[in-house]
């Protein structure tokens, strides 16, 4: 770890590198959080990669709290249907990220704190 509390040599670095696993893509749209990020393909589907600490990928913390290369988040429009949902924009945010879908249904994903 560096001072910063971040991997050396790992899965976070100051310096621009090209992102493996969108390269057969056409990329519509970026958004950024602190520790991860969200591309919206030309097919409107989701990929996200980056930390998932918080739960901010969308995906089962027990499972994955980081994914280094990108990641298709497949959403279903209600549970039990087979309607995929096709996304218009997305948004990362410090520790969440929105995703507003074609249905007009619009996803969080975060994990919520009480205190």
Known sequence: MNKAGAPVGGLFSAT???VIGLDKQFIHDVACGD????ALDMNRDVFGWGSNLEGQLGIDMSVCTAMSQPRKLILYEFMNSSNREHFVSIQARKKYSV???ESRYI???????QD
């Not at 520790?35 to 969200?38: D, M, Q, R, T, V």
């Not at 996803?107 to 704190?113: E, K, L, P, R, T």
């Open 16 to 18: 621009p590198k090209k």
């Open 35 to 38: 520790n991860h990020s969200l």
């Open 99 to 101: 995703m507003t879908a």
């Open 107 to 113: 996803y969080v994903s975060q994990v919520y704190h």
